[in-house]
């Protein structure tokens, strides 16, 4: 287990206490958390010992008084007498085993599908399209304790009533949420760039630029000559970040390719070129598809690329490159944490990854992939998080 002796972890302190959710696996609109004032707590940690030895350190009431706050999001309702007798009687030990208790309820379910549908922005239905589709494979994932991996690579869309179907982008592969048209049309634009950027935040906890280790640019040769060129120090443009920008849009490139045969309603579409469409806006190819970054007519139609270095061949193979980085599981328990104590984005990007590596290090334990619970287990039960909530642990 590697944790260094002091662990920074940044969570609420104080206000977190969300309304209870009533059980059941389906919600008209996602519950977007409030988020609260915060302070950094700098919780010491002994090296030497194990994650079972810290809990073990804890007290009846630390543990109570932070299961009270987490009750209301992680399981839509309140602490029960019951166990808070169990807390009385194993303290920190309870922790894993109540929060497990908690998965296999609806209110688990429901916090699956409201996180996945506030994160994607996406519930309800706006005519044909129906939004509800990611956050139904968040709450089918979860309920079935399948690996969460597979919101991004499942090979299948999941129904209003719970019964798996293909998802509606008509592509000829399906790779979870990505594949749905919620998502697509959400996050249409020029070059497909908020698609590609909205993966990267949602399932990367990251932002361009990348490192050339995370992300290999691709050759300023291969793209258009708008993306070959450095930005000029204050200069300005019409597009973009000044006149352009390699740096980004050499990586921003590679990532927004497998988009190219989506249009801006979320269809794929098999004849889609990537060209440019002679005198309209930059980033528009025709027909509500997007342009690629690409020069050579010959690549920019097609699907395949490089996602952290790794080549793909079109979509599914993206969802494949994410969850095979340590930075997809990660994120995942970061999200949740986020979601659960009602932080904001930019304050998940900045989780300490000691914390996050071992939830994620102590998940795979168990299972190799692991599932929502086993990842949320793991995350709510680390002795760093729960003294966070402790009044006495603020400076």
């Not at 597979?150 to 999941?158: D, G, K, P, R, S």
Request: hydrophobic fraction near 40%.
């Amino acid at each position: 287990m590697s944790r260094s002796a002091a662990v920074a972890l940044v969570l609420l302190l104080s206000g977190c206490v969300a309304e209870v959710v009533e059980s059941s696996i389906k919600k008209a609109e996602p519950k977007i958390p409030t988020a609260s004032p915060y302070v950094p707590v700098v919780v010491e940690l002994a090296p030497e010992k194990t994650l079972e030895e810290l809990r073990a350190s804890l007290t009846a009431a630390q543990v109570e008084a932070y299961l009270r706050r987490l009750a209301p999001m992680l399981a839509g309702r309140s602490l029960k007498a019951d166990e808070v007798t169990v807390i009385n009687a194993q303290k920190g030990a309870a922790l894993p085993v109540i929060i497990d208790a908690w998965t296999h309820e609806d209110g688990f379910v429901l916090m699956a599908r409201e996180w996945i549908s506030t994160r994607l922005k996406a519930s309800g239905k706006k005519g044909d399209l129906n939004l509800e589709l990611p956050g139904n494979l968040a709450a089918y994932l979860a309920k079935n304790r399948l690996p969460h991996s597979e919101i991004l690579t499942a090979n299948f869309c999941v129904d209003d009533s719970g019964a798996k179907i293909a998802c509606d982008s008509g592509a000829p592969f399906a790779a979870g949420v990505l594949t749905t048209r919620a998502f697509l049309s959400n996050n249409a634009g020029r070059f497909n760039l908020k698609r590609a950027r909205t993966v990267l935040r949602t399932f990367g906890c990251k932002d361009y630029p990348l490192t050339a280790v995370q992300q290999p640019p691709l050759a300023r040769e291969v793209l258009i000559p708008l993306f070959q060129q450095d930005k000029v120090e204050g200069a300005s443009g019409t597009f973009g970040n000044g006149v352009a920008c390699y740096s980004c849009h050499s990586q921003f490139g590679a990532h927004a390719q497998p988009f190219v045969k989506f249009n801006s309603d979320g269809k794929w579409i098999s004849t889609a070129t990537g060209i440019q469409i002679e005198g309209g806006e930059q980033g528009r190819s025709v027909d509500g598809l997007s342009a690629s970054h690409l020069s050579n007519p010959e690549t920019s139609r097609l699907e395949a690329s490089q996602v952290f270095g790794v080549q793909v061949p079109n979509l599914a193979g993206m969802g494949e490159a994410y969850v095979s980085s340590l930075g997809f599981w990660t994120c995942s328990v970061g999200g949740l944490m986020g979601y659960a104590f009602g932080l904001a984005e930019s304050t998940v990007f900045t989780l300490p990854q000691d914390v996050l590596d071992d939830v994620v290090a102590a998940a795979r334990a168990k299972e190799p992939r692991p599932s929502l619970a086993t990842l949320a287990i793991e995350a709510f039960s680390h002795p760093a998080v729960v003294r966070s909530f402790d009044p006495q642990e603020t400076p």
